[in-house]
């Protein structure tokens, strides 16, 4: 998903993103781990969380976006490609992909594309880590609904709509931004997301020797009935081919 003018407005939109729950949820599997790969990273702004002395690199479609994230930490590594497409020639011990960002490969065949490049990129016993919208999120809570929020300078109206395929939904958003000079300039964006079942995902990640570890909801590893929450959180780990 390339993010264009939403790029310069999108940390300021996401000023209650829980970065540091993300990041607590990552850590047991960053002890013993020497480098991490962000894919999906957007504005760094949960890469930029990571310890220091691991290896950190960080890969989204946008250039926009990780123009963004260089001006947060010079030190990170970061990479315009399509996850989809991923080939960094190289393994690392830990790869996450949060913030929803996986529900934006809509389609079965780039899903599937995606768990490959990441099963090529994953160290023996590597942690794979991500999250998804739920089923009952995306059919229910983003059913025709809208919200809005603002900022001291940015007043946004985020509407959403089903999509034709089974759990996806359309979100269009506009933003009006404060200028200089003291007039507003409009911004619209339009994202297509969707997501799948648990068994969808655990069975399209088997086919790449990555087997589901552990299975939670909203940031809570103990909250393992997921039927109606909201954020669906998966720990994977790479399994050896017999």
């Not at 946008?62 to 960094?88: C, P, Y």
């Not at 025709?144 to 089903?162: H, K, N």
């Amino acid at each position: 998903m390339v993010y264009e003018a939403f790029a310069l407005l999108y940390d300021e939109l996401t000023y209650d993103q829980p970065y540091d729950q993300w990041l607590k949820l990552t850590a047991p599997y960053l002890d013993a781990a020497n480098s991490v790969l962000d894919l999906g990273c957007g504005t760094g702004s949960f890469t930029t969380l990571l310890p220091r002395h691991l290896e950190r690199v960080g890969v989204d479609l946008s250039a926009d976006m990780l123009t963004v994230a260089a001006a947060k930490d010079a030190s990170i590594q970061w990479l315009v490609q399509n996850i989809t497409e991923l080939q960094l020639d190289k393994t690392f011990d830990v790869i996450t992909c949060y913030c929803d960002s996986l529900n934006y490969i809509t389609e079965e065949d780039d899903l599937d594309s995606l768990f490959a490049r990441v099963a090529e990129h994953l160290s023996d016993d590597g942690v794979f880590l991500f999250d998804v919208h739920s089923l009952w999120k995306m059919d229910y809570l983003f059913a025709g609904q809208t919200y809005c929020d603002e900022t001291d300078r940015i007043t946004y109206l985020w509407q959403t709509e089903p999509g034709e395929a089974p759990h996806s939904v359309y979100h269009d958003m506009s933003f009006f931004v404060l200028e200089h000079d003291g007039r507003y300039s409009r911004y619209d964006e339009s994202h297509y997301q969707r997501t799948y079942s648990v068994s969808f995902y655990e069975n399209l990640l088997s086919r790449h020797h990555l087997t589901v570890d552990r299975v939670f909801a909203d940031f809570d590893i103990n909250q393992t009935e997921v039927e109606e929450s909201e954020r669906i959180f998966y720990v994977v780990r790479k399994f050896h081919k017999s």
